[in-house]
């Protein structure tokens, strides 16, 4: 299944200590790597600083939640599960067809 997630940046108390959250966050990015079970195909940072979005394939519901728990204490999620614009457009067609039919 494909997931978009977005994340934004928890917030620090004073400059120092949003100075220390983000060095203690690339020191956990330097050496994380993210779950076998999931394929990241891309992984965006938004260009304010305060947060990004990933696109990854996973079929492993706690692999994804044992990923997001590691980063939590710096960061907050939205998962979304998406499918291919291409697979959507069928899935509507045929939607809307059962849809007509009992209108």
């Not at 934004?8 to 994380?32: F, H, I, M, N, Y």
Request: net charge negative; glycine share 10%.
């Amino acid at each position: 299944m494909k997931f978009v997630i977005s994340y934004t940046t928890r917030s620090a108390g004073s400059a120092a200590e949003g100075v220390a959250d983000g060095e203690s966050a690339q020191k956990l990015l330097a050496g994380w790597s993210p779950s076998p079970s999931a394929t990241i195909h891309q992984w965006v940072q938004r260009c304010d600083g305060r947060g990004g979005f990933a696109v990854l394939d996973s079929d492993n519901g706690p692999d994804i939640l044992r990923d997001l728990s590691v980063w939590s204490p710096w960061l907050d999620f939205e998962l979304f599960p998406v499918v291919d614009l291409g697979d959507a457009t069928a899935v509507t067609q045929e939607a809307l067809a059962t849809a007509r039919g009992v209108l």
